[in-house]
């Protein structure tokens, strides 16, 4: 199994312009989540889905949007990029698993915007 | 939502055993406590969690206070591979339980 898988690895985007980060998994995992981590910081959770057709916010969704059309693919999309927006994205998935959430994350992908 | 208190960084020597604290003293009945960590330039990592009773498993131990108002990671014989950012998380319950909020964390540096 390949777990949780990222694309693309790095990006480098001008401010105003738009971008997708595929994240997949082939696990057969129900959830799924984006998250940011800024340098020093810990992750943030942007959007997440219980389900194919469900997406939800998590802490920090604004300037984000996602999409889960199908069960192993998440969608990030950026409409209109910042410079608040340069960090790595992180995407995970889990399973319900002994009472809790225990979250497979995937290697990341840097954004940088200018 | 209920916060958990780390120190942020720990230094160990390697082979020795590592305890690493978590506060979270407004942890409600049904919070998870889950530990994470997060190797240089990698995605986290699960190592262990639990609700109430101690747990042991490959990686790890987690002992739990009876208030569970806090809780301790412990590696028994640190390795150099451990040198990592150890994060303390609870679940929160809300929505469908998926909400982990991770904070800072604990910088452990294991020294050869």
């Known amino acids: 199994n390949a777990g949780v898988t990222q694309t693309p690895k790095f990006r480098v985007l001008k401010t105003g312009q738009s971008m997708t980060l595929l994240c997949a998994q082939d696990?057969?995992?129900?959830?799924m989540y984006w998250y940011r981590q800024d340098p020093g910081m810990g992750l943030r959770l942007i959007h997440y889905?219980?389900?194919?057709?469900?997406?939800a916010k998590g802490e920090v969704p604004d300037g984000y949007n996602v999409s889960r059309l199908k069960k192993q693919n998440f969608l990030l999309g950026l409409e209109s990029a910042a410079p608040s927006q340069t960090s790595v994205y992180f995407c995970?998935?889990?399973?319900?698993?002994?009472?809790?959430?225990?979250?497979?994350f995937g290697p990341g992908t840097r954004l940088t915007v200018l | 939502d209920a916060k958990t208190t780390q120190p942020n960084s720990m230094e160990s020597n390697e082979e020795e055993p590592v305890h690493l604290p978590c506060n979270h003293s407004?942890?409600?009945?049904?919070?998870?406590i889950h530990w994470y960590r997060q190797l240089p330039s990698q995605g986290p990592e699960y190592v262990i969690h639990?609700?109430?009773s101690n747990v042991n498993n490959r990686m790890a131990s987690l002992a739990i206070a009876e208030d569970r108002k806090s809780s301790t990671l412990i590696l028994h014989r640190a390795t150099l591979r451990d040198a990592a950012v150890y994060y303390c998380?609870?679940?929160?319950?809300?929505?469908?339980?998926?909400?982990?909020?991770f904070g800072p964390g604990t910088r452990l540096s294991v020294l050869p």
């Open positions: 995970a998935s889990s399973i319900l698993a002994g009472g809790s959430y225990e979250q497979f």
């Open positions: 696990m057969n995992h129900e959830y």
């Open positions: 889905s219980v389900g194919e057709g469900t997406t």
């Open positions: 407004t942890i409600s009945g049904t919070d998870y």
């Open positions: 639990g609700l109430t």
């Open positions: 998380i609870l679940r929160d319950v809300d929505n469908y339980g998926q909400n982990f909020v």
